[in-house]
């Protein structure tokens, strides 16, 4: 569907001045974006309203909001206005002065505070491109569900986010890519390489996203990744602005599901984002996901659909009527055991939520990175096989040392993540710090996992009432790959970290 979103010809007819000494209090009226200035990418969004002669307006930045104007008025050229500066006793509120000028194709708008910049930027006024939307834009109402046959397992490969932020570029997919290959990695079952912010560029005259400098040829890249024998994905915001302040999907959602499927993508994360000031409530952030599900069917190009909405709304509920194979359940991980824990542990999605074709995705692997010791790494790892999580690994595949290779090469921890009965493990029992998971597999044996949440080596036996069975018979530790008839007394787990086992009756 088209729709006319850049409605500054309707808001401003036509060209105004700075110069101009009184503007027309309505001219301000609308929804404004104000790219921050480079190096700190991020949007200050205003929205103004004169209702008889009165001014009312918000102010959102990338760091609060929406905060209320306080007097606004229009002033020498200028929108001025105050917020309250909650933070700061001494300087109770804070003045804003925001102008804008150019034509209706170049508007060009300056905000900036008395004291403090928007972006951070002490001192000084910033010039800023203004760019005015309608609010509320139309969505389509909610469809017949998108059926997928996509992902009957749970999505396997890499994201750039974890390691390279948005500082990513065409030769470091290529490297990733080649890495992949060189490090036994597709082989294990790694098969995404996925761009995520950071790539984009303007729009053309038509409104068709091109990459930025950094890419210089996305078809090229997307042949040489299928080159290698995997796929490749990449990334948006139902937004006007992605999370890095890069440019979003917002208005252009179609066409953009067209361009991601010409250049050859595979999978398209779809991350919030600045989509949150339009989509606030959990009918229009479905519709919204609903809207880019139903225009990658339309594309005809299989396409794995990853929503990215921290968990709200009880995305599980309705992933997969919009479309999407994956949905993040939490915020972002970091590489540190206790936000790895969290997540893993207790913002992993309800069970009831994954299977074949529709996963809750706790956000990428931090393995490689650094952050945690070996025993915190292995609980991430047993924690995400355990959930039927996505396995996207988040480290510089090229410095994988030979540790790290061989926790996420594991065929047997993979093979229960992959599991064709797709069921996402529940915990059965805990005692004091230690926790038991199970998770049933297709062939009638039990995936068995033991963590310890606490900071001291702890003992526990796990048994067969645990997994179900009436009694075991064979024993397959999967992390040191020994095998056995029966289940010892107990398991000795250290600090933080995990065992696991499959258990056959
Ligand atoms: C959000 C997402 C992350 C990542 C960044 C990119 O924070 O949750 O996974 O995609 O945006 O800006």
Known sequence: MSRALFTAAVLLGTSLSLAAPALAKT????????????PTPGVTMIEVASKGGRIEGTVTTRWYGP??????????????????????????????????????AHLKGRIWESDIDVAGYRGKAKDARARAFKFAPPLPALGAPIPSKLAATPPMGWSSWNKFAEHIDDKTVRAQADAMVATGLRDAGYLYVNIDDGWQGQRDAN??????????????????VHSKGLKIGIYSSQGPRTC?????????????????????????KYDLCSGEWFYADADTVKRSYYEMGAALQATGRDMLFSLCEYGRFDVGSWGRDVGGQLWRTTGDITDDYPTMAKIGFDRNGKPEW???HGWNDPDMLEIGNGGMSADEYRTHMTLWAMSAAPLMMGHDLRETDAATLAMLTNRAVIAVDQDARGVQARAVRKAGTMEVWTKPLADGRVALALFNRGDAAGSLAATAADAGLASVTQVEDLWSGTKSGTLPASYTVPARGAVMVVVGG
């Open 244 to 268: 890095a302040g890069y440019e979003g999907s917002y208005g252009h959602v179609a066409q953009d599901a067209r361009t991601f499927a010409a250049w050859g993508f595979d999978y398209l």
């Open 354 to 356: 994954a299977g074949p």
């Open 207 to 224: 409104g068709v996203l091109q990459p930025n400098a950094k890419f210089p040829d996305m078809k090229a890249l997307t042949d040489y």
């Open 67 to 104: 905060v209320e104007m306080l007097n606004p008025r229009v002033e020498d050229g200028a929108l001025r206005f105050d917020t309250r500066n909650i933070n700061d006793r001494d300087h109770p509120t804070r003045a804003w002065s925001v102008a804008i000028e150019g034509s209706k």
């Open 27 to 38: 001219a301000y009226d609308g929804v404004w974006l104000f790219d921050d200035t480079p």
